[in-house]
């Protein structure tokens, strides 16, 4: 049995705009919204935003993307910053990766791969860039141009304006 009800700014969401939703494996429903990230436990939220927060700007990619290690990947088209969803730690790219990343910001998007990977496409370039925390970054230059992508058990798909959905293996 569901239920449902209407949850608005008077019961304490920061906007009623919310772009993604997002539930993680411990039962929290996760908002994105135009003033910022929250945590929902079916009571009370928890906002996390520039005002409150190392977020250094608010979160604009349109999915909330977790990575293995329980880090959401945030951009807000000039930084990327990471929070750990159950410590609340944020931490830029340099922070979380001192030696390092394999493209400069900013990262316009990120999208959630199949097993705890975040796929990254770079705005300047429009490549592709996948990370996992146990094989590190990938660049993908078969998906150069590519719009958006869709990671599926079946393979890696991609769309492209004009040519519609491609298959590749993942």
Same mark, same amino acid.
């Given at each position: 049995?569901?239920?449902? #009800?209407?949850?608005? +700014? +008077?019961?304490?969401?920061?906007?009623?705009? !919310?772009?993604?939703?997002?539930?993680?494996?411990?039962?929290?429903?996760?908002?994105?919204?135009?003033?910022?990230? +929250?945590? #929902?436990?079916?009571?009370?939220?928890?906002?996390?935003?520039?005002?409150?927060?190392?977020?250094?700007? !608010?979160?604009? +990619?349109?999915? /909330? !993307?977790?990575? =293995?290690?329980? &880090?959401?990947?945030?951009?807000? $088209?000039?930084?990327?910053?990471? /929070?750990?969803?159950?410590?609340?730690?944020?931490?830029?790219?340099?922070?979380?990766?001192?030696? *390092?990343?394999?493209?400069?910001?900013? @990262?316009?998007?990120?999208?959630? $791969?199949?097993?705890?990977?975040?796929? /990254?496409?770079? @705005?300047?370039?429009?490549? &592709? &860039? &996948? #990370?996992?925390?146990?094989?590190?970054?990938?660049?993908?230059?078969?998906?150069?141009?590519?719009?958006?992508?869709?990671?599926?058990?079946? *393979?890696?798909?991609?769309?492209?304006? $004009?040519? $519609?959905?491609?298959?590749? =293996?993942?």
């Amino acid at each position: 049995i569901h239920s449902t #009800y209407d949850t608005t +700014a +008077a019961e304490g969401l920061l906007s009623n705009r !919310v772009f993604f939703v997002y539930q993680d494996e411990d039962g929290f429903i996760w908002l994105r919204t135009l003033d910022g990230v +929250a945590r #929902y436990d079916g009571h009370t939220f928890k906002w996390f935003t520039k005002s409150y927060t190392r977020l250094r700007g !608010v979160p604009r +990619a349109s999915q /909330m !993307v977790e990575d =293995a290690e329980g &880090y959401f990947w945030f951009t807000d $088209g000039n930084h990327v910053d990471l /929070m750990h969803r159950k410590t609340f730690e944020v931490l830029s790219l340099a922070e979380k990766f001192p030696d *390092g990343v394999p493209f400069k910001p900013p @990262i316009g998007q990120f999208w959630q $791969g199949l097993d705890g990977g975040v796929y /990254m496409r770079q @705005i300047s370039t429009e490549e &592709y &860039y &996948y #990370y996992h925390p146990t094989s590190g970054f990938k660049h993908l230059p078969h998906l150069k141009g590519v719009g958006s992508v869709h990671a599926k058990k079946d *393979g890696l798909w991609a769309h492209t304006e $004009g040519q $519609g959905w491609r298959k590749y =293996a993942l």
